[in-house]
């Protein structure tokens, strides 16, 4: 029987093989792939933003829809291998307001919550965050592989 050899050599490493079908357990008990809250910690209140990450080279970089969100309102948050993404919305009704009779009120006010398990353990001094027109950018960079000291070979005659 022929054995296809996998084109990325850490496919192959058992360790990485468990870490991955860790992950799908994980993600079916918790509901979904990357971020996604089980329902337990969702409800009333809890407001998921889209969010698309790419991995690079270099390292993530995450990218969140945060409509109507002020840049003060937003928290971006690293602790024990996993990044946090926090931001309240609130969604303020004039006194005068409440005398309209709403046919549709679909905006609603809570929090943006979305938490993500980091692949590698990143320094949290290196992320840079920036937020334009109700979209956050996160980068996250790799962390730099220690270089291995120089040794000496000892050379038999």
Do not use: C
Request: hydrophobic letters at 35%; a neutral charge; proline letters at 9%.
């Amino acid at each position: 029987m022929s054995q296809t050899l996998p084109s990325n050599p850490r496919e192959s490493d058992p360790f990485t093989s468990l870490r991955r079908g860790m992950d799908r357990l994980f993600d079916q008990v918790m509901g979904g792939g990357w971020g996604n809250l089980p329902a337990a910690f969702t409800g009333p209140g809890i407001i998921s933003p889209r969010v698309d990450i790419a991995e690079s080279r270099n390292g993530l970089e995450l990218t969140a829809e945060l409509p109507g969100i002020e840049p003060k309102d937003v928290s971006v948050e690293i602790e024990d291998g996993v990044l946090t993404l926090r931001a309240e919305r609130k969604v303020e009704r004039k006194e005068e307001d409440k005398e309209k009779r709403w046919h549709l009120v679909e905006r609603q006010s809570g929090t943006y919550l979305r938490r993500f398990a980091l692949p590698f353990d990143a320094d949290p001094d290196k992320v840079e965050a920036r937020f334009d027109k109700g979209v956050l950018h996160v980068a996250i960079p790799r962390p730099a592989e220690p270089k291995p000291a120089a040794k000496r070979i000892e050379i038999k005659g």
